[in-house]
């Protein structure tokens, strides 16, 4: 057996069956192999494409994504999503090929140290330098990506190793890192403190969805009817229905979300990591609150904020053991007055009126089918999606959001589409993240994939032009992007059906168009540039004094 | 605060790298460093200074395939 082959075979070992990748000189053995594997390989047009398209696989299923690319340039385009992986925890395997043993070390043609640029944004690389290396190299790359805290492990793999016999896999597995155990004594103290609290809220981050410990977290939500908030990434984990969900908490938080986080005097933090985008000015945020921390890695606790209670562990089995019984019957009554107070309101679509992106979105979310995939781009626009729209889990939410890299919304609706052939999946981009991975057109193209493109065109860089407008005396910096291509011709030339409106009454007919259209579809909507995300919490500011509106 | 650490790394490429790359980004200085091959590992004492809790780094480092143990020695007096 090559080592090209073992690697295929490891693939098909651990459930890879389905990966992204794009073929070059260092990798060709592996390419070579392909064609006689039942490994389905998707060739997106860049090895960024291929490598979001892994992550939007990996986090439409919680599985481990797979993509695969050449040495040198075809490994640095890929350094980027493996950023993103890492800042979201997003388990993936990713092969890149290498120069031959024997060239290493001397600037051969497309050598590039990917060992060492990968380091800091890797959960862990290797690379495999003896073929009997191979197979336990992959089984570890495997088991690695996906325990604990999941992220990306880089295989580099030279090319004489992929051309050259290697020997059968050894039986033995490795052994899977346990998850630490939660200690008695922390639930308990944790329960206490659940008891005690008159104003507590539950703040609920990506963890929840990658422990798979969803069901879990809507028993206790259901069991105790506490106050909910969520992350970007949380979204979806809490039932959009349920009276006391209040919705995302942050910089473009919904606003009873954050006041009621800043008025409460205990936080239960699950899965979350008090990022900045979430807390805004850390000293002000929540004063009030004690805090209890529940997370698998131990490096988020006490590294933004001291916990006055730590659970570490498996979420699975630590949120049927937290409970509260008593009552906080005026504290309830305040938030859902807060609700109720700060919902949002939505525009019909009226005629001769611009298109209000917010109340666009919303008439989506309900036309769309309830386990619709939606991924998004990074801009304001995926601050309109985290806002308006609503999702039945999180795996039904691509977004990036430690790492915000514009440019991720339609390969990763790509890969989700491949996890998900027979689902509704959507990618909303903004004018400016759209162009970033534009080639992926041809990758829809090739498969044919129905994925539906929004593409929200305010013809700026929506979100630095807020804040310019904001925070810069309206000092309009190389933020202006009128002159991109007309989005709907572009993607006629790529075979993709397309429309175009300008007017808030083309709204619901052309909505219903695009998700009745058997194929792929892109649909260019046209923004007044004016518009912005509220409510916005200003830097460095507490949240509880966001602008909810223009002043 | 200055701190002193014993660490053991398996023999693998980038384990050295690693522990540096870590240290330097979570805004640790290294002050003094040893490093020998015993044979079953790599045997690293670094002495580091920061002006965050040294847990923030050790947290850090424990999450290292590659680290088998790590101990904190003593802890020090910054001295100018």
Not at chain 1, 241 to 265: F, I, K, P, T
């Amino acid at each position: 057996m090559t080592g090209a082959q073992a690697i295929l075979k490891s693939l098909i070992k651990h459930g890879a069956d389905r990966v992204f990748g794009y073929p070059g000189g260092a990798i060709m053995p592996l390419y070579d192999a392909l064609l006689d594997s039942p490994v389905r390989h998707f060739l997106c047009r860049h090895e960024q494409g291929a490598a979001f398209a892994a992550i939007g696989y990996a986090r439409a299923t919680n599985k481990v994504g797979v993509c695969i690319a050449t040495s040198g340039p075809g490994a640095t385009n890929l350094l980027t999503s493996l950023a993103d992986a890492k800042l979201d925890s997003v388990p993936l395997v990713v092969i890149t090929g290498q120069v031959a043993r024997t060239s290493m070390g001397s600037d051969a043609f497309q050598e590039v140290d990917v060992l060492g640029l990968s380091l800091s944004i890797c959960k862990h690389s290797m690379q495999v330098m003896e073929p009997a290396d191979l197979q336990p190299v992959l089984n570890r790359a495997f088991a690695i990506a996906k325990e604990g805290r999941p992220g990306p492990v880089l295989v580099d793999i030279p090319k004489d190793i992929q051309q050259g016999f290697v020997p059968e896999d050894v039986p033995e597995q490795p052994a899977e890192q346990p998850l630490p155990q939660a200690k008695d004594t922390a639930i308990h103290a944790a329960n206490h403190l659940l008891e005690q609290s008159q104003r507590p809220v539950v703040y609920i981050g990506g963890g929840v969805s990658m422990a798979n410990a969803v069901p879990q977290l809507r028993d206790f939500l259901n069991r105790t009817g506490l106050p909910q908030v969520s992350t970007l990434k949380g979204l979806g984990s809490a039932e959009n229905h349920h009276s006391h969900y209040l919705g995302m908490l942050g910089m473009h938080g919904l606003a009873a979300a954050n006041l009621a986080v800043q008025e409460a005097d205990l936080l239960l933090i699950i899965g979350a990591r008090l990022d900045d985008r979430v807390t805004g000015k850390l000293e002000e945020f929540a004063p009030q609150a004690k805090i209890i921390h529940v997370d698998i890695d131990p490096a988020e606790i006490h590294k933004r904020r001291h916990a006055d209670v730590s659970i570490l562990g498996d979420l699975q089995q630590i949120l049927p053991a937290l409970d509260c019984h008593s009552q906080k019957s005026s504290w309830l009554e305040r938030v859902e007055k807060l609700k109720q107070r700060k919902a949002f309101s939505y525009a019909a679509h009226q005629a001769g009126e611009d298109i209000d992106a917010p109340s666009l979105l919303r008439s989506l979310s309900d036309l769309s089918e309830e386990d619709a995939i939606v991924s998004c781009d990074v801009g304001q626009h995926q601050m309109w999606v985290a806002q308006h729209m609503q999702f039945s889990h999180p795996t039904r939410h691509l977004s990036s959001g430690g790492l915000g890299t514009m440019g991720f919304g339609l390969p990763a609706a790509i890969g989700a589409q491949v996890a998900e052939p027979d689902k509704q999946v959507m990618a909303v981009c903004g004018d400016g993240s759209f162009m970033m991975n534009v080639q992926e057109l041809g990758t829809l193209r090739r498969y044919q994939m129905p994925v539906k493109i929004l593409i929200l065109d305010n013809q700026r860089l929506g979100m630095v032009k807020q804040w310019q407008e904001l925070f810069h005396d309206e000092r309009y910096s190389e933020t202006d992007l009128s002159d991109n291509p007309p989005f709907s011709q572009l993607a006629q030339a790529f075979g993709i059906a397309s429309c175009e409106i300008t007017d808030a009454a083309e709204v619901p007919a052309a909505l219903k168009t695009m998700l009745e259209h058997p194929g792929p579809y892109l649909l260019h909507v046209r923004l007044d540039h004016k518009a912005n995300v509220w409510p916005i919490v200003p830097p460095n500011t507490a949240n509880h004094k966001m602008w909810e509106q223009a002043r | 605060m200055t701190y002193d650490l014993e660490l053991f790394l398996s023999d693998q490429p980038a384990a050295l790298e690693r522990v540096l790359q870590t240290t330097r980004y979570r805004g640790f200085k290294i002050s003094q460093l040893q490093m020998h091959n015993s044979g079953a590992g790599l045997q690293l004492s670094m002495q580091v200074s920061g002006p965050q809790p040294i847990n923030i780094l050790t947290t850090q480092l424990h999450k290292l395939y590659d680290l088998a143990s790590l101990n904190i020695e003593q802890t020090l007096p910054q001295t100018a």
